[in-house]
């Protein structure tokens, strides 16, 4: 699972709250949140390559559209899916 931080310009991943201690994790979770389907989509469709994001976000992406997604589709596929899911929001 990916988290952004309040201006959706940055990213974590679960890995950054194991084993950092309970003050790291409170400032993470002031600063980060986990995202909308809108705010992952749009995240996700403003970087510059498919590259830039962590594959678990496209899979977190398919959950929160309610899309269907395996490795075996093309990340255009599922980001279309997932718009035409958002639309019907």
Not at 21 to 47: C, M, W
Not at 54 to 72: H, I, K, S
């Amino acid at each position: 699972m990916i988290y952004l931080n309040s201006d959706r310009t940055e990213f974590i991943n679960n890995d950054a709250f194991i084993g950092c201690g309970n003050e790291v994790r409170e400032d993470l979770n002031r600063e980060y949140h986990a995202p909308t389907a809108q705010e992952l989509y749009d995240f996700i469709d403003s970087q510059p390559t498919w590259d830039s994001v962590p594959a678990d976000a496209y899979d977190q992406l398919a959950d929160l559209c309610g899309v269907g997604y395996t490795e075996e589709d093309s990340l255009e596929t599922l980001m279309d899916r997932c718009a035409a899911a958002l639309e019907e929001k």
